[in-house]
Every structure is written in C-alpha cells, then in structure tokens.
C-alpha cells in the first residue's frame, strides 16, 4: 500500500467507524454508572429521583416501606412526595389516601411489597415463606370454625 492510500484508508476507518458501529462505540472512554448501595439510593434509583427526596421523607420519620407506598402514589397519581406526605401527615390513612386518588389498596400493597424486596435483596422464595404461615393461619381459623359449629349442631342434636 502507499503512502497516500494507506492515509485515506485511515481516515475512513476514523470517520466511519462511528457513523457505521454507533452502537459499538458508546461506552468509549465513559464508566458505567456505579451501582445503588444504600438503601435510599436504591429507592431513589428505582423512582428516578434525587437521593435528597428520600432522606428528607426519612427526617419527617418515614421509614423504608412508608416511603416507598409515598412514591409509588406519586408516581401513580401525578402528584409530588410532598405533596401526599402533608396529607399523611394531616392524619389520613393510606387506604385513605390510596382511595381519594382511586388506586387500589391491594396494589398499592403488592407493589409496595415487590419493591421493598427489591430494595432489601430479598429474593421471592423469602417473600413468598413469609406470607405462607399467614394464609395457613386464615385455613385453620376457618376450619376451627367450621369444627366447632358441627360440634354445636351435633350437640343440639343430641
């Protein structure tokens, strides 16, 4: 090759390379963002807000699952933390809250679930252990009942 198609090879290369294999070339010279380790910065994160919105919640006295039922009706309704922390804070309920803004209680819950674990690192196998025994108790309190009121009938029987 000579000198001079040897340059014009190189130019291409240099000036086409980008415009060819964009995709390729985008992480050049740029550190991927470095991983979430707090708790609030995973919560930040995940709502695409500033770290300063969750520890401010944390000052007024939210703790983690509070905060994240906050955002998650922010984000849903439109409206800022702030904004549907002072009606919390005026003394309305979270089925109260989720209510006037027509979200459902049972989402609001399975959501506020889903991400907290999220948050937390706990995997689903946890999640899942830790509701077990609940909806085992609402089984036998059922099944007690219905014990009890055969045993009444048979009694009455009798």
């Given at each position: ?40 910065e ?29 955002l ?67 089984i ?19």
């Open positions: 090759m000579k000198k001079g198609e040897l340059g014009l090879v190189l130019f291409l290369w240099i000036f086409l390379t980008p415009i060819l294999f964009p995709p390729c070339l985008s992480g050049w010279g740029r550190k991927p963002p470095s991983e979430p380790k707090t708790i609030e995973k919560i930040a994160s995940k709502f695409h807000i500033e770290q300063g919105v969750v520890l401010a919640l944390e000052e007024k006295g939210y703790g983690t699952e509070e905060i994240i039922k906050l998650i009706l922010a984000t849903a309704t439109g409206k800022r933390a702030d904004e549907i922390s002072i009606i919390r804070e005026e003394g309305m309920s979270w089925e109260g809250i989720a209510k006037w803004y027509g979200v459902e209680m049972s989402t609001l819950g399975k959501e506020t679930q889903r991400l907290l674990s999220e948050v937390e690192g706990r995997k689903e196998e946890e999640i899942k252990e830790e509701e077990e025994p609940e909806i085992e108790l609402e036998e309190k059922e099944l007690r009942k219905k014990l009890e009121m055969e045993k009444t009938e048979s009694d009455e029987l009798r």
